[in-house]
């Protein structure tokens, strides 16, 4: 049996106020004190109140809608996600709300409380590098709003999660450098507190421990994965080293041009001074000369994928309580910038 929508007179009636002083108390109006505005929010929070803003699909309480949250969106994997999921939703009848929380667990938290009260039938999200605190999930959980968590997701959380093998893809990496003569890698990654990265780095001190090369803390380096980092990171530190890596391991494309653009400009040869390998297959690995050694990274499919769940779920064809974790494949794609052994 469906639960009864709350409604700003069951929230006025709780705290013996006007529905009137509850509205404008929503909607953080200045004659509201902020002592009753806090009543009124958590409470709001408590039962599960969600605005009004699609009433003329109150009656059905369904709006056609899906909720999509993602970290950034300038990236061609996010992109590729994103045009899967929507090609899937929209030819079943749906649309998107896409947002980005430029990884920022306070920006996240916004988002999802935008969506909860949007009233979308359901939600898929990326989480952003800094998310600890997953409390703002737990009002979809209550109206038994379903999420999909993909790429970003964390374990502790009861969902549906779409990713690939990033332990894999990791020590693939690792290994094909191994494989080309290279003893000193740098993994130069994104935080490790996110499982993406989290597995990638023990993908690549398997790999290490596996052609028993001792892992150094030094050739380890977390950054957020901006240019301004990967400039202070290689400018700063790297090229000044007494004993220079001769291998790069890095998890994105973006990131591994703008590493090689760098050495490239302070007089090293790539692949043949440093090796390197990138992660995502975007456009620009590609481009670059040489062009880039990447994990090709299934994004349209993986999109697919999760609209395609999603929509099993909303139809009824499926259950999400049944479906825990999705695993896609990787492929390690061989270019240039790390072809040290070319026999």
């Keep these: 049996m469906q639960e009864k929508e709350i409604t700003i007179y069951d929230l006025a009636e709780r705290l013996n106020i006007s529905a009137t002083t509850v509205s404008r108390g929503l909607q953080d109006h ?58 899937v939703a929209n030819n079943a009848g749906y649309n998107l709300i896409i947002s980005q929380s430029f990884e920022q667990q306070a920006k996240e938290k916004t988002n999802a409380n935008t969506m909860f009260n949007s009233r979308v039938d359901a939600l898929i999200v990326s989480l952003a590098a800094d998310t600890i605190d997953f409390s703002h999930f737990d009002t979809f959980t209550k109206k038994n709003i379903p999420i999909i968590f993909f ?13 690939i093998d990033n332990f894999k893809a990791g020590y693939n990496a690792t290994e094909h450098l191994i494989k080309q ?73 973006s990131s591994a041009a703008f590493a090689l653009t760098i050495f490239k400009e302070a007089g090293l040869r790539i692949p ?51 479906t825990d974790t999705v695993l896609l494949n990787t492929e390690l794609i061989i270019r240039g910038s790390s072809l040290k052994n070319r026999n």
């Design 30 to 87: 200045p004659a509201i004190n902020k002592k009753t505005k806090k009543r009124i929010s958590n409470l709001a929070a408590e039962l599960g109140y969600r605005s009004n803003k699609f009433a003329v699909n109150l009656r059905k309480q369904k709006t056609n809608t899906i909720g999509v949250i993602v970290p950034r969106l300038n990236s061609l994997f996010m992109s590729s996600v994103l045009s899967g999921i929507e090609r």
């Design 151 to 163: 790429d970003r997701v964390e374990e502790s959380i009861q969902a549906t999660k779409v990713l």
């Design 181 to 253: 003569g290279c003893k000193q890698i740098l993994h130069l990654t994104g935080n490790i507190a996110r499982n993406v990265y989290h597995d990638r780095f023990a993908g690549y001190q398997k790999a290490l421990s596996d052609y028993h090369i001792e892992y150094d803390p030094n050739l380890f380096i977390s950054t957020d994965l901006t240019e301004q980092a990967i400039q202070n990171v290689l400018t700063n530190d790297i090229l000044k080293r007494d004993k220079f890596p001769d291998g790069l391991f890095i998890t994105n494309d």
């Design 272 to 322: 043949d001074d440093i090796a390197i390998v990138g992660f995502n297959n975007d456009l620009i690995s590609k481009v670059t000369e040489p062009a880039i050694t990447t994990i090709n990274y299934p994004g349209a499919e993986m999109g697919e994928n999760i609209a395609k769940i999603m929509l099993n779920h909303l139809s009824g064809e499926s259950d999400l309580s049944f």
